[in-house]
């Protein structure tokens, strides 16, 4: 996994004017897709089919297109599509949606309602449209639920704008060149989509602090999906003097902030950049789209790179940059340069896989002379730059134009745009940001009305709050603050309460559901299997004092292991009945009597490895407090018989 980027709060964000905004995308545990009947399941094995596709951009109800639709179309991508059986003709566009998941509409309702969002009486169905073959229609069904609303985070109430229960999308496989490689099993998955108003934001923490607040109340339903991928949050990020720019796909919470300091950083380097040149009294129409052939000036070159090139017949094209010479290098994020982010946008629009300008020629192994040469056959001042390409004639072509309009570009200051969120904080062109004309009504859907009495039956079925939980934890159980935090979005809290109910100690409760299971699937064992009539039924065992606590972990790990097995054969199994304190002296008596030799050697030191030799014999069926004590107060006794002092 690539290191992340260590930031740490470097400017003044409200000076700078710093906004946010949030989109969290949270998978919902519904049991099956929002738009037909197959299950949720991802999987594994090798597809049984695969089909090809190309996607075309569609006009507006407006008669226009949407300018991120049309950068996808120019890609001109080849989208493979992986098949299971577990997927149906809906999925590939064959087949009509069918009547949205009850369910999962009745849990999108509760979450706007937690929320404190008013809920629309009409819920229609919407067409967004995506190009990039996330989804085989090239649209994805959206329906708005709930607006406005809020909640308290980071010290402040923070206002929400609206939540959207919507399909979740195909899962990307690989993305090489002009194809890219979808898997369909993850489409159709229930999602909501829960969006902030725009917040000033004085320290990009607080963003992290928002996250949580929200994510928390999600958990606290017990019917969203948990794990890396189940949610993923979408920053939109702007200075004042900058633009608004979307970072999409951060699924790691702490990284928030991470992304906000270095989106900040990037502006604020294009904004220098702008005003670098704008000193040199140049314009966007100073940059020329005049495009030479210069494989000539590196037919004796030793550059690698450039020598593949020439072998491979490639076109080698280049094009000048007035007054860039300096600037391609300069870094605005990290230690990414702008010249990188051109390669980037040439990769996302081309397929190719760099490019090669004067400032950098030099560590690719061009010569000084070759650089000079270059320089002179483009007709350069001392201040201007020069990039090349090399691939075919069309992709060439395509990638100087990509370059030519990022260029001018920086005259607007920071052009507002889609970036991909990388794992290290920072971010990587991904397409223009889409506008209004990419939504569009579903003409196959009909709407869904929202009647009051649907509303009122939700809500009085309404979970506790989160933070309510953890106070009633706290105050009524004395349960420590960090477990009392984490057991409130459990998906076992309902477990729990009811437990407590049965006059259980809800520390070892508490210990046992939030630390001991998750300790168990840390090792690899399957917890999934654990039924919540199995942890019952251990429960009930210790309750009526056929088990020790002691028991507990060895009974979950051996149920998890072998699911089918029932809870009296797994307690004769492995010997965890519980014993008497009357046969507990008397395995203590018999370890005395074999150690004999060894307790006249070592004397009190000999305690330790005798509580060992106990322990081997009684561990889970007993008490180990009452072990313990039992077996101190018998030691001591022996030592007076032997004659021993302490």
């Given at each position: ?63 226009e ?19 299971h ?6 999925e ?13 509409v ?28 996330s ?117 790691v919470?702490?990284?928030l ?49 450039l ?16 007054g ?10 990290a ?113 869904i ?98 088990i ?26 492995l ?36 509580m060992?030799?106990v322990?081997?014999q ?5 008490d ?23």
């Amino acid at each position: 996994m690539t290191q992340a980027v260590k930031t740490k709060p470097q400017f003044d964000y409200s000076a700078l004017g710093l906004k946010c905004g949030l989109e969290l995308h949270q998978q919902l545990e519904t049991g099956r897709k929002l738009f037909c009947h197959c299950k949720t399941d991802l999987r594994l094995d090798e597809p049984q089919v695969t089909i090809t596709r190309h996607m075309r951009p569609t006009l507006s109800e407006l008669g226009e297109y949407d300018k991120a639709a049309l950068m996808e179309f120019k890609k001109k991508k080849e989208i493979i599509y992986q098949i299971h059986d577990s997927v149906c003709s809906y999925e590939i566009d064959e087949t009509p949606p069918f009547d949205p998941d009850p369910n999962a509409v009745d849990l999108a309702i509760t979450i706007a309602r937690l929320l404190q969002m008013d809920i629309l009486d009409e819920l229609h169905v919407n067409r967004k449209q995506y190009l990039d073959g996330s989804i085989p229609t090239g649209f994805q069904r959206t329906m708005i639920v709930g607006i406005g609303g809020k909640v308290k985070a980071a010290g402040k109430t923070i206002n929400l704008d609206m939540l959207a229960l919507e399909e979740d999308s195909c899962r990307e496989i690989s993305n090489i060149g002009r194809t890219i490689t979808w898997r369909v099993d993850r489409l159709g998955t229930p999602l909501i989509e829960i969006a902030t108003k725009t917040i000033t934001i004085s320290d990009p923490d607080e963003i992290k602090l928002i996250a949580e607040g929200i994510g928390r109340i999600l958990r606290s339903t017990g019917k969203v999906k948990r794990g890396l991928g189940t949610i993923r949050q979408d920053l939109n990020i702007s200075i004042e003097k900058g633009a608004r720019i979307e970072v999409k796909g951060v699924q790691v919470l702490d990284m928030l902030p991470v992304y906000v300091t270095l989106e900040v950083e990037r502006q604020l380097a294009l904004l220098q950049i702008k005003e670098l040149l704008e000193k040199k009294k140049l314009t966007a129409e100073n940059f020329i789209a005049e495009f030479k052939d210069c494989k000539e000036v590196f037919m004796k070159t030793s550059s690698k790179m450039l020598i593949e090139a020439i072998n491979e017949k490639k076109q080698i094209l280049g094009v000048k940059l007035p007054g860039m010479k300096g600037i391609l290098s300069k870094k605005i994020q990290a230690e990414k340069t702008f010249g990188k982010e051109l390669a980037e946008r040439v990769k996302v629009i081309t397929g190719l896989g760099g490019i090669l300008h004067t400032d950098e020629l030099i560590n690719y192994g061009v010569k000084e002379e070759e650089i000079a040469s270059l320089c002179k056959f483009f007709k350069c001042k001392s201040t201007d730059a020069v990039v090349v390409v090399s691939g075919n004639k069309e992709d060439t072509i395509s990638a100087l134009s990509e370059i030519m309009i990022r260029v001018k570009e920086i005259f607007t200051g920071v052009p507002e745009e889609t970036r991909h969120a990388n794992e290290d904080g920072t971010t990587s062109f991904r397409r223009y940001l889409g506008g209004a004309g990419r939504m569009y009504p579903d003409t196959d859907s009909y709407p869904i009305i929202v009647t009051q009495a649907r509303i009122n039956r939700i809500e009085e079925g309404l979970p506790e709050l989160p933070d309510k939980k953890e106070e009633r934890y706290i105050r009524d159980l004395n349960l420590p603050e960090e477990i009392a935090k984490e057991l409130a979005i459990s998906p076992r809290a309902d477990l729990f309460d009811e437990l407590i109910k049965a006059e259980l100690d809800p520390m070892l409760v508490a210990v046992t559901l939030e630390q001991t299971l998750k300790a168990l699937a840390r090792d690899a064992i399957p917890i999934e299997s654990i039924t919540d009539n199995k942890i019952k039924d251990i429960f009930s065992l210790l309750k009526n004092k056929r088990i020790a606590k002691e028991a507990i972990e060895p009974l979950l790990k051996h149920l998890a292991e072998n699911p089918k097995d029932k809870i009296d054969t797994t307690l004769e199994f492995l010997g965890l009945e519980l014993i008497s304190e009357e046969k507990l002296s008397q395995i203590i008596d018999e370890v005395f009597k074999i150690n004999l030799d060894f307790i006249k050697e070592n004397g009190q030191r000999a305690l330790g490895k005798l509580m060992g030799h106990v322990m081997e014999q009684v561990r889970g069926k007993i008490d180990g407090k009452i072990v313990s004590d039992t077996l101190n107060k018998k030691f001591k006794a022996k030592l007076v018989e032997l004659g021993i002092t302490t």
